[in-house]
T-cell receptor, first 110, second 120 residues
């Protein structure tokens, strides 16, 4: 079983739609959680951290369920510029290496 | 914000040659840098953790004699792919862990723009 699993998609949505991505992780000792965004042939960029209480940053909302080992990302009012691959990332050891999911592809169309 | 650069951004080389990739933290000191590899349509896979002044820690299945890592200063780590073969063609990305802030219980990693290696 992969350490971090995501639905690869692609998710094809119209502009303005709300879309949600899910991610599960296998290591119950995982300490911190992130969503990264990766554009085609580019490096990953941090989108947001995921806190236990859930957190929001503009149109983006992240949730964490430690009991189910499940992370989600909700994007409201999708923009064309949101089209990218979204990577679920888990840091299993404090301050150390990151484990990346394979990513979920989002395509927002006009 | 923290900036990490990589050089070169892309390289094409012949089978059997060695290629060196540099990763630099431009405006902060990085005690730890990470080297990843990403094949098309796959996730980033950690190859090794590079610590300044000490030997790198390689992930299982990564040949340390083939992928030489040197972290000689707090701002520079290098990855040398020795005797490269076509199967080594990939997108190599480094990241630097800074001590500038802790988020969500861990240190943020700042990624370089990546190096696309093609071995013919």
């Amino acid at each position: 079983r992969k350490e971090v699993e995501q639905d690869p998609g692609p998710f094809n949505v119209p502009e303005g739609a709300t879309v949600a991505f899910n991610c599960t992780y296998s290591n119950s000792a995982s300490q911190s959680f992130f969503w990264y965004r990766q554009d085609c042939r580019k490096e990953p960029k941090l989108l947001m951290s995921v806190y236990s209480s859930g957190n929001e940053d503009g149109r983006f909302t992240a949730q964490l369920n430690r009991a189910s080992q499940y992370i989600s990302l909700l994007i409201r009012d999708s923009k064309l510029s949101d089209s990218a691959t979204y990577l679920c990332v888990v840091n299993a050891e404090y301050g150390n290496k990151l484990v990346f999911g394979a990513g979920t592809i989002l395509r927002v169309k006009s | 914000g923290a900036v990490v650069s990589q050089h070169p951004s892309w390289v094409i080389c012949k089978s059997g040659t060695s290629v060196k990739i540099e990763c630099r933290s431009l405006d902060f000191q990085a005690t730890t840098m990470f080297w990843y590899r990403q094949f098309p349509k796959q996730s980033l896979m950690l190859m090794a953790t590079s610590n300044e002044g000490s030997k790198a820690t390689y992930e299982q299945g990564v040949e340390k004699d083939k992928f030489l890592i040197n972290h000689a200063s707090l701002t520079l780590s290098t990855l040398t792919v020795t005797s490269a073969h076509p199967e080594d063609s990939s997108f190599y990305i480094c990241s630097a862990r800074g001590d500038r802030g802790v988020i969500a219980g861990g240190y943020e990693q700042y990624f370089g723009p990546g190096t696309r290696l093609t071995v013919t």
